[in-house]
T-cell receptor, first 112, second 116 residues
Framework: KQEVTQIPAALSVPEGENLVLNCSFTDSAIYNLQWFRQDPGKGLTSLLLIQSSQREQTSGRLNASLDKSSGRSTLYIAASQPGDSATYLCAVDAGANSKLTFGKGITLSVRP | DTEVTQTPKHLVMGMTNKKSLKCEQHMGHRAMYWYKQKAKKPPELMFVYSYEKLSINESVPSRFSPECPNSSLLNLHLHALQPEDSALYLC???????????????FGQGTRLTVV
């Protein structure tokens, strides 16, 4: 059974800092990995999708990497801003039914 | 347009009420999903529809009844819910099911449901 882990559960950094959020998964047989952002009480916003054949994807200040063999992904946020404060979830798609398995998320707080 | 629209945004219902949640997407996606999310927990899959047919039911109680009237719409009918069913209900869509590596899931903003 696929398990996705995100540690730590919460992170607080000063504005301007570059930071890395980690995600690990137990079964490397995935089709893709997706990073989402969730603001309190809101839905999920897709940030980046990394296909199983890819090593990384970039969007603006965000860069996500994938190492399937070691079961790890990282989300790099450059020059963090208070507006980046949110919960970041990673999810893996590992099945024929495109069922996403989510980590518990990392709640990020960027202090002005 | 990568938008999934859910209505209503908030819903308060009694345990004897019948209500429905609605979800709509116009991206031409053929897979649609219902997820349930409790506070400070990750989303949990409830149902998956593929080409308007129910593909997955994650052993959800029958008081939740999904319906996919057409390829753009997904409903979740609620009846005789319990207070513990209070949660954020999220709808999502993706291009289609299957072993496709570029299938990106798009989520709506959710319906905050409170059962009293």
């Amino acid at each position: 059974k696929q398990e996705v882990t995100q540690i730590p559960a919460a992170l607080s950094v000063p504005e301007g800092e570059n930071l890395v959020l980690n995600c690990s998964f137990t079964d490397s047989a995935i089709y893709n990995l997706q990073w989402f952002r969730q603001d309190p009480g809101k839905g999920l916003t897709s940030l980046l999708l990394i296909q199983s054949s890819q090593r990384e994807q970039t969007s603006g200040r965000l860069n996500a990497s994938l190492d399937k063999s070691s079961g790890r992904s990282t989300l790099y946020i450059a020059a963090s801003q208070p507006g980046d404060s949110a919960t970041y979830l990673c999810a893996v798609d590992a099945g024929a039914n495109s069922k996403l398995t989510f980590g518990k998320g990392i709640t990020l707080s960027v202090r002005p | 347009d990568t938008e999934v629209t859910q209505t209503p945004k908030h819903l308060v219902m009694g345990m004897t009420n019948k209500k429905s949640l609605k979800c709509e997407q116009h991206m031409g996606h053929r897979a649609m999903y219902w997820y349930k999310q409790k506070a400070k927990k990750p989303p949990e899959l409830m149902f998956v529809y593929s080409y308007e047919k129910l593909s997955i039911n994650e052993s959800v109680p029958s008081r939740f009844s999904p319906e996919c009237p057409n390829s753009s719409l997904l409903n979740l009918h609620l009846h005789a819910l319990q207070p513990e069913d209070s949660a954020l209900y999220l709808c999502a869509s993706s291009q289609e099911l299957g072993r496709i590596s570029n299938t990106e899931a798009f989520f709506g903003q959710g319906t905050r449901l409170t059962v009293v």
